[in-house]
Every structure is written in C-alpha cells, then in structure tokens.
C-alpha cells in the first residue's frame, strides 16, 4: 500500500465528508428549536447536530482569536487580490 492510499484510508474514517461537515451549519440556520430558543443558541458553540457545548479555552481567548482571524484576512486576501475581488476589512 502506498503512502498515498494509507493516508486516504485513515481520512476517509477520520474526516467528515462535505454534506456530514455541512449538516451542524444547516441544523443551526434551520432548526425551529434555535428559531424558537433564539437566545439559548446566541453566540454559542455547537457541535454536531445542533448541541451548545462549552468552546475549548483557546476559542475563550480573545487575543487567539483575533489572531486566528488577522492571519486568516492576509491569506484570504492574497487570493481575493490575485484573482481581481476586493479584499476583506479587517477586525
């Protein structure tokens, strides 16, 4: 077996397929429980499907985040900007 089908075997059972990563996304855009609860659900972490949970404390940490988000911009915007889109704004 090759390096490349073992890593394909392992993903295959460790990582979500696009529509089962999409489903918590849906869940959380359609349910009526967070329509109706929408207070409940606001600003909170959800994991699949549709369950709040207490975020890892990296996620709690304002300064990660903002970094998290800083870092993100300058590579979102090198592709933006190469392919002629107006970049995003900053934090």
């Not at 993903?11 to 996304?25: D, H, I, K, V, Y």
């Not at 911009?73 to 995003?88: A, H």
């Amino acid at each position: 077996m090759s390096i490349n089908a073992f890593i394909k075997t392992i993903a295959r059972f460790s990582f979500l397929t696009p529509e089962q990563g999409s489903a918590n996304s849906t869940s959380a855009a359609t349910a009526k429980e967070v329509r109706q609860n929408a207070e409940k659900y606001k600003g909170k972490f959800l994991v699949p499907v549709g369950k709040v949970e207490i975020p890892s404390i990296v996620a709690e940490d304002d300064r990660l985040v903002k970094g998290l988000w800083e870092n993100t911009i300058i590579e979102v915007n090198r592709k933006l900007i190469d392919g002629d889109l107006p970049p995003l704004e900053t934090w």
